[in-house]
């Protein structure tokens, strides 16, 4: 099958969506599908053959964060070309609602078409406005996937319609057999992992509990991965403790695994705008027990507190009391780590991907089936009188 797949993110950035779509395309292309992304791309980077420059993106203030796009009539004339030499089955367009390449891909597109949701928002002003705008983007799509309940919530609530729910993957055998940060597991390391200088990162609040736990677990320290200005993020910090913080700054994706699978427990203390939650299942692969806000999707991905531990959200005590029934308790922290390794097993994209080429085959069957049907009608039409 040729499989076309839109990415509306700058490819240079790390982000959620990005490494959703690296790992499917890695997937698709090890069980011997043609697949092409187009995305934009905003570095020098060294882009893999089945990568296409969809232009330089522009930043913008979306969902909280700030999402860094492309879009206008030089993205739009990149997708046609893109379309009409890919020679495409089915193209797989991800956030098909933001103003991005992949909303341009849909209106260009003829064939068959499969749409990923992955944001999770309450109310969306901008979603609100271009109510309009996206029904000429939804009629063109043929399948639609929610990676989570929030998200599929959010496409209901906002535009009307259904998803079927295929969640986020991650490629657990990715995460075995690497060697830990500093060459062995710190039970004593609390992780983050994210750009610390977003407020519903909920960076301060990990501050805030570390705080509060710092003189009663001495050996304590955290390990944060992500970029952002180091000294500002520590301006809320005890300053007697930030000797006991360690910026890593941005990592690869053998750096992440490095660093999750070095550590005691790794914490997700996010406020909002998450519909899934990659890096919890990413650390469970690691053997590593997650502590997390209460978020929705936190929660599912947690399996209701079985695969981890939750705080209530925005709560730094209640952090703090998470934080100390993990690390003062071997037991317990042995207990995550098994429930979640076992839990992650069902997110491997081993059965992920499966499930997401099940709605490309369904689509294309459509497909042929109505240009079949089309076929057959034009004949009727044109054969002679008995």
Not at 91 to 104: D, I, K, T, Y
Not at 341 to 370: G, H, K, N, P
Request: charged residues 20%.
């Amino acid at each position: 099958m040729r499989i076309g797949i839109v990415c509306p993110y700058d490819w240079s950035v790390p982000g959620g969506v990005q490494a959703h779509v690296n790992d499917l395309a890695h997937e698709l292309i090890g069980r011997g599908h043609y697949v092409n992304v187009l995305t934009p791309v905003s570095g020098d980077d060294d882009l893999p053959e089945w990568v296409t420059d969809g232009g330089e993106p522009v930043a913008i203030s979306y969902n909280g964060s700030v999402a860094r796009i492309s879009f206008g009539l030089r993205a739009t004339r990149r997708v046609r070309r893109w379309i009409r030499e890919k020679n495409l089955d089915v193209m797989h367009v991800h956030e098909p609602l933001s103003p991005s390449l992949s909303a341009l891909a849909c209106w260009a597109a003829t064939g068959p078409i499969v749409a990923t949701f992955h944001s999770s928002m309450d109310r969306s002003r901008i979603m609100e406005a271009g109510y309009g705008v996206a029904q000429t983007v939804l009629e063109k799509v043929s399948a639609r996937i929610a990676v989570s309940e929030a998200a599929r919530n959010t496409l209901v609530q906002h535009v009307g319609g259904d998803a079927v729910l295929i969640p986020n993957g991650v490629h657990v055998h990715n995460f075995e057999g690497v060697t830990p940060l500093d060459g062995v597991r710190n039970e004593n390391l609390i992780a983050f992992l994210g750009r610390f200088e977003e407020p519903r990162k909920g960076f301060s609040i990990l501050l805030s509990a570390f705080e509060l736990i710092a003189d009663e677990f001495p050996n304590t320290a955290l390990v944060v991965a992500g970029p952002g200005d180091q000294a500002d993020a520590l301006k809320p910090l005890r300053e007697d403790l930030h000797s006991r913080v360690r910026f890593l700054g941005r990592v690869s994706d053998r750096g992440k695994a490095e660093m999750l699978s070095g550590v005691g427990v790794y914490v997700a203390p996010n406020t909002g705008g998450e519909s899934f939650g990659i890096v919890l299942l990413e650390a469970m692969a690691c053997h590593t027990p997650v502590v997390s806000s209460d978020l929705a999707a936190f929660v599912r991905v947690l399996d209701n507190g079985k695969a981890g531990v939750t705080f209530v959200n925005e709560n730094a005590e209640d952090c703090a009391r998470a934080l100390k029934q993990v690390l003062s308790n071997v037991e317990r922290r042995t207990e995550l780590s098994s429930a979640g390794f076992e839990r992650v097993q069902q997110f491997d994209w081993s059965r992920v991907a499966t499930s997401i080429i099940d709605v490309y085959e369904t689509v294309t069957a459509l497909s042929e089936s109505v240009q079949e049907d089309l076929r057959s009608q034009l004949v009727g039409r044109l054969a002679p009188d008995a």
